[in-house]
């Protein structure tokens, strides 16, 4: 999975880096809305993490820049965001598909970041619920572990 993670504030955007590599996405970072749009022309990301709080009043017109460009179809989540009701409805209203508060923990981050995936592409999230290594098979929503099939 391609994370594009768009913040200048490496206090925040450096641990959750790290984090997000430990579990195994590719994230690519951009200190700005206007890098990664431009980036969205030519590459192709499963989600969009944009730092709220980094952006302040610029974040509603960086937001609709990004919607403007081609390629803008990936999930979107606000992360790091102060607790403003304003924001939020702003965030909503310009495809925003979650939102983060300030000081939410890597896994509650990881955990938003699975649950926009599963509701955007249901599809993918059942194809994944089944893993086979011969001769075992596993049915994670089940639960159940199979050898040779049965």
């Known amino acids: 999975m391609r994370v594009a993670l768009t913040s200048s504030d490496t206090a925040f955007a450096d641990p959750l880096l790290a984090t997000l590599e430990e579990a195994g996405r590719s994230v690519l970072r951009f200190d700005t809305p206007q890098l990664l749009a431009q980036a969205l022309g030519h590459e192709h990301f499963d989600l969009l993490l944009v730092d709220g ?11 609709r820049r990004l919607a403007g460009r081609r390629g803008f179809d990936a999930p ?4 790091n965001c102060p607790d403003s009701e304003t924001l939020l409805a702003d965030g909503f209203a310009l495809g925003a598909d979650d ?3 300030r000081g939410a923990g890597p896994r509650e981050v990881l955990a938003r970041i699975d649950a926009v ?6 599809a993918l999230s059942r194809q994944t619920a089944r893993l086979h290594f011969r001769p075992y098979s596993f049915d994670l929503a089940a639960r159940v572990a199979c ?4």
């Open 99 to 101: 939102f983060i508060r």
């Open 53 to 63: 709080a980094g952006f302040g009043q610029r974040l509603p017109h960086s937001l």
């Open 76 to 79: 979107l989540i606000l992360a």
């Open 117 to 122: 995936l599963r509701r955007r592409n249901p």
């Open 147 to 150: 050898l040779h099939g049965k």
